[in-house]
């Protein structure tokens, strides 16, 4: 096996309420931050609408080129809610009733007016699929093969991310080490770029900001090796001092 | 022309930034919302690395089945800013500095210092391209064709789209309305199907909350027809009525 293999992750969001601006997403952040802990890395994102075509072709094509896929939104009781249809049908997959999704479902609604058909939907699942424990709302998330089907919401897509901790295969966790300065990022550029040069496998990213009336920017460095991090973050801060610039460790 | 046509968007979000949790999204809302009073309709999203070939792919793929497909991040003065050169080999064309870009750097860099190297890059154009204005920070937005290259920075974003606001054909503009009520959303999937069903031209989105120890949901209608989505309102209302459960206006 190979220590330095890099372990991807898609991700699909599913939902109309993204692509009309109503809901602002906050699973792209909190699936990548949950991510870099588990050592795999989130390689792209698509943002699809309630649509079964486009929801087949996305996890598709995904799951083909990543080592893991995982999708939000769609999984609720409603008519709007055809994530589970739109997977099975592009995999080829029957829909059947999983008969633990079914027990958990039957015994969360057993004091909230019983398991009715529409409820029911949440225990269907692709033939084959296995359950991703929900400790906040009772429905299952769904997982096939290396396709994780989980909830929308972003607490109880949470919940479900909780559960799957620590059981899937990564590589080294990306650290990141942050370096603020009070300077304009475009008169610093070529010093940016050399410092990335000089570190073999630290990438710098460069986020400008503009607060109290000032220009600053924080420089990002992420690599899978600590300690060459560390030295490039050190590195960056004397190149920037010897031309007169204060920098700020875990930015500003 | 068909006054029903359906006008269609893209965006490719481009950044580490957002792939690596640093930097929560907020251009997909920003642009969606935009997009809504353009009548055009954010069709789908891609979140791409800073990585040319991923660039290249997302935006030659959406650009060629959409009407207009934008892009954010990775126009500014650093090496991790790539969405010129990208966009550019994908399209097979040159790299050119575009006169009245260098021109607006020249006079804003006038008084910081002057006009780098590294903030020339930020004339750099794909050979043929228009200028997108910003009333920000200086530095202007690319068109290319019905490619729209825009900064990742929310509040220069909303610069360019503010100048872009009214120059793009679009259709009719989607209204929404939104009814609150605290029921379960599983307890009224089918009257929720049969509404949609019963109002052609009406899509019914259902978002359930958890708030205040109770559950509710918002239901939202949206159709190009604004009396359409009244009447179906006011039909969900009544349905909803007739079962004991009372209705907000505007939502929860």
Known sequence: MDANRIWKAALVVIGDEILSGRTQDR???????WLN???????????VADDAAAIGEA??????????????????????????DAI???FGLEVVVHPRARAILESYYATRGGLTEARLRMARVPAGATLIENSVSGAPGIRLGAIFIMAGVPHITAAMLESLTGTLEGGLPVVSRTLGCWVGESEVADLLREAERGHEGCQI?????????????NFVVRSVAAEAAERCVDDLAAALGALGHETVRGGI
């Open 37 to 47: 802990v588990q050592g795999i890395r989130l390689a792209e994102v698509r943002v």
């Open 205 to 217: 990213g460069s986020y400008p900001f503009f607060r109290e009336g000032r220009v600053g920017a």
């Open 27 to 33: 699973n792209i952040a909190q699936l990548a931050s």
């Open 59 to 84: 996890v598709t094509t995904l799951a083909g080129r990543n080592d893991y896929c995982f999708t939000t939104g769609g999984i609720g009781p409603t008519h709007d809610d055809i994530t589970v």
């Open 88 to 90: 099975a049908a592009a």
